[in-house]
Structures are given as C-alpha cells and as structure tokens.
C-alpha cells in the first residue's frame, strides 16, 4: 500500500529524484501506469532512465544503459539538484517529527557518542533543500515518529511556519508523508504534519498510538483506495527476480 501511494504521487511529466528501495519501486511503477513520461533520475548520474527490471543499486548497469543521458555526480547535484530542477525527491527517515524534519545520523547521546549511528545523510539534505518538494516514505512506529529529532539531518520546517524562508531554502520542503498507516501532509498555516488520509483498514487510534507525538488528524479524514488489479500486477512484475542463470 505504500509503494501504490508513493507511486500515485507522482505526475506524468515530472522529474523525479529516486532512491533504492521503495521509492524506485514506486517510481517505476507509476511510469509503467499512469505516468508514462516520468523523468527518473539516478544519484549516480543517470537521467531519464527507463529500466526493465528494479534496479539492484543506483550504480546497477540497467539504469546507464536506459538512460536518455548519464553526467557525473557533481553535475546531478549543482545543475540539477541545487538550482530547483527536480520536481519532486524522494526520502526515507529512521526519525521524522512533527515539522518534517528527518534524522538518520544518530540516535540517542550526542554526535560524537550516540546510543547509535545511522548510515548519515548521503545527499538526502540537498534533496530536502532544495527540491520543489519532498516525499517522504517511513513506517509509522513510536521510535520513528518522535516529538523532536535528535539530530536534523535533512532540514523540514525546522520549527515551523517560516523557518525554511528564513534559512533560504528554495525547495517547498515535505508535501506528502507516506506510512503504512496513511498520508500526512503539513499544515499550509502551521507546517506541522496533519494525517490527511488512512489506508484501506486502518483506524484513527492506531495512528495515534503509532505516534510520538499529539497527532492532528484533518476534519475531512479521506480514505485511500486500495490497489487496483493492475497495479498489483505491474508490481508483482517489478519485483520478480530472474532467475539464477547459474
């Protein structure tokens, strides 16, 4: 359910930053649905690749040689990435909180002496700077949706209203929250993240236990379609391995 909502985010035409994982996933398979003329871009340098099968990393050779163009890595991030020429990035967070603010460094103690250390930030925070908006996809749990991060690797809405202005951030920061349980979007007043739709199956409480904080919920709670026949196919087809040709 994650990945179809992830993937029904997104807009034919748009220029995607994508990640390994569910976000490729996900971008995929809107491009093999409804959005044909997806533009996905690779960290490694890839631009409009159209690979056939889920690629196994963004160095994996199908994304090269599908792609309309490959440049290298400085050329992703200072021309495309940093002057606002991605429509929309994707991210993942091992802590999110109630601004959008996203920690995957550490976790617990200080920098130097964390309880634990995380993989970092790769280009997750000039993903969350600067394009023109950000999704974020992470399993809504307690220990993830914290009431403040501690430590903001990938910049939100920091406080809230006003904080990306006044830092000069160009991009529109967090649009969509995607989780397990539904869709948060952030507050246009506030900023802070509001669950806007659930899943197929899920209540109200639970998201609330499933939250570090005192989650808002909107007034006109919406709920999400569950997948369509097609969909389901699509996807069962993206994530078949080949098999072993040993």
Request: charged residues 20%.
């Amino acid at each position: 359910m994650m990945t179809v909502a992830a993937a029904r985010a997104l807009r034919d035409g748009a220029v995607c930053f994508v990640g390994i994982g569910l976000p490729s996933t996900a971008a995929n398979l809107a491009r093999r649905t409804h959005a044909r003329n997806l533009v996905l871009v690779y960290e490694s340098g890839t631009i409009g690749a159209k690979p056939d099968r889920l690629p196994l990393s963004i160095g994996d050779g199908v994304l090269a040689d599908t792609a309309v163009s490959v440049v290298g890595v400085p050329e992703i991030f200072n021309y495309w990435l940093q002057p606002g020429r991605i429509d929309v990035g994707f991210l993942g967070a091992a802590q999110l909180d109630r601004f959008g603010n996203i920690n995957t460094t550490v976790i617990g103690g200080d920098y130097r002496n964390p309880g634990v250390r995380l993989p970092g930030a790769g280009g997750a925070p000039e993903i969350a700077a600067s394009c023109r908006e950000v999704v974020v996809v992470v399993r809504q749990t307690e220990r993830a949706f914290v009431e403040r991060v501690d430590f903001v690797t990938s910049f939100g809405f920091g406080s809230g209203a006003g904080e990306r202005e006044r830092l000069g951030l160009t991009g529109a920061g967090p649009q969509l929250v995607i989780t397990d349980l539904g869709v948060l979007r952030p507050d246009p007043v506030t900023r802070e993240l509001v669950l806007t739709e659930l899943h197929p199956g899920v209540d109200v409480a639970t998201a609330h236990e499933r939250t570090g904080w005192d989650l808002r919920v909107a007034a006109d709670l919406g709920r999400g379609e569950p997948p369509t026949d097609h969909e389901l196919a699509v996807l069962r087809e993206l994530t078949r391995r080949p098999a072993d040709p040993r």
